[in-house]
């Protein structure tokens, strides 16, 4: 029987069904196209930021080289860091880390599970990894479906203590956190829990970034509809700790 011949009405869900998994299909094939698209013309937007530092002139066709370059750079930004008064966040690919820190010493660190794309920005050369990276860089606009401070409800009556009748209402949800840096490069942070037997099992990467590609659509607080992103996967609790300990407008290192 051909797809054509199946008469689409109330009374025949198989039609309905076939035509839904069709209908998503193609919106997810769209998106794929519309996103690789735009990447090209998202490269030219985040290298055109000005670097007043020197680039020095190394093999970047080395590995040894590169690895040591990035080292350098992540290094520096933590001495930088360290001399703010406030906490600041560091993403560590290479050692899939994650960490809130202050004054130079990491206060609470998480395991990055799994990312997407796996070689982030691995094109880019020595005098533009500098110029995305080279400095500590501060979240411009974010977005959470966490609350930064635990909600909390209180029952008080005449002549007694207040009793706590609610102390987070959002606990249940599965976190998640979008921010976009003045580098602008944009990172998508999803909450995973482990299964019953302790495993982590590898989240659906199409279904959570095709929810991210829906809800994103309009432009964000830097005008551009498109950044370079790159999206984490952590343990749910431990990324919602992160979140809460940090201050709004937070300066974070990244190394990739």
């Given at each position: 029987?051909?797809?054509?011949?199946?008469?689409?009405?109330?009374?025949?869900?198989?039609?309905?069904?076939?035509?839904?998994?069709?209908?998503?299909?193609?919106?997810?094939f769209v998106d794929l196209l519309v996103s690789l698209s735009f990447s090209r013309?998202?490269?030219?937007?985040?290298?055109?930021?000005?670097?007043?530092?020197?680039?020095?002139?190394?093999?970047?066709?080395?590995?040894?080289?590169?690895?040591?370059?990035?080292?350098?750079?992540?290094?520096?930004?933590?001495?930088?860091?360290?001399?703010?008064?406030?906490?600041?966040?560091?993403?560590?690919?290479?050692?899939?880390?994650?960490?809130v820190q202050i004054k130079g010493l990491p206060l609470m660190?998480?395991?990055?599970?799994?990312?997407?794309?796996?070689?982030?920005?691995?094109?880019?050369?020595?005098?533009?990894?500098?110029?995305?990276?080279?400095?500590?860089?501060?979240?411009?606009?974010?977005?959470?479906?966490?609350?930064?401070?635990?909600?909390?409800?209180?029952?008080?009556?005449?002549?007694?203590?207040?009793?706590?009748?609610?102390?987070?209402?959002?606990?249940?949800?599965?976190?998640?956190?979008?921010?976009?840096?003045?580098?602008?490069?944009?990172?998508?942070?999803?909450?995973?829990?482990?299964?019953?037997?302790?495993?982590?099992?590898?989240?659906?990467?199409?279904?959570?970034?095709?929810?991210?590609?829906?809800?994103?659509?309009?432009?964000?607080?830097?005008?551009?509809?498109?950044?370079?992103?790159?999206?984490?996967?952590?343990?749910?609790?431990?990324?919602?700790?992160?979140?809460?300990?940090?201050?709004?407008?937070?300066?974070?290192?990244?190394?990739?």
């Open positions: 029987m051909k797809f054509s011949d199946i008469k689409i009405h109330k009374k025949n869900p198989i039609a309905w069904g076939l035509l839904s998994i069709a209908f998503v299909i193609l919106v997810l013309n998202a490269a030219k937007h985040i290298l055109q930021i000005e670097s007043t530092q020197t680039i020095p002139q190394i093999d970047w066709t080395n590995p040894d080289n590169i690895n040591l370059f990035k080292q350098k750079l992540w290094l520096e930004n933590q001495i930088t860091l360290s001399e703010e008064d406030s906490m600041s966040m560091g993403i560590n690919l290479k050692d899939s880390i994650l960490q660190q998480s395991k990055i599970l799994f990312t997407h794309p796996s070689k982030f920005l691995s094109e880019l050369d020595a005098s533009n990894y500098q110029k995305l990276f080279g400095q500590p860089t501060n979240i411009i606009s974010d977005k959470s479906n966490y609350e930064k401070r635990p909600i909390r409800k209180m029952k008080a009556t005449e002549g007694s203590d207040a009793v706590l009748l609610i102390t987070d209402t959002l606990i249940i949800k599965r976190f998640y956190w979008e921010f976009v840096a003045d580098n602008n490069i944009r990172i998508v942070i999803n909450g995973w829990e482990k299964a019953a037997d302790s495993v982590y099992h590898q989240p659906s990467f199409a279904w959570d970034i095709f929810k991210f590609r829906i809800k994103s659509k309009s432009k964000d607080a830097s005008g551009l509809k498109f950044h370079p992103t790159l999206f984490l996967w952590m343990d749910d609790k431990e990324a919602k700790a992160i979140y809460r300990a940090l201050p709004k407008n937070t300066k974070l290192a990244i190394q990739i």
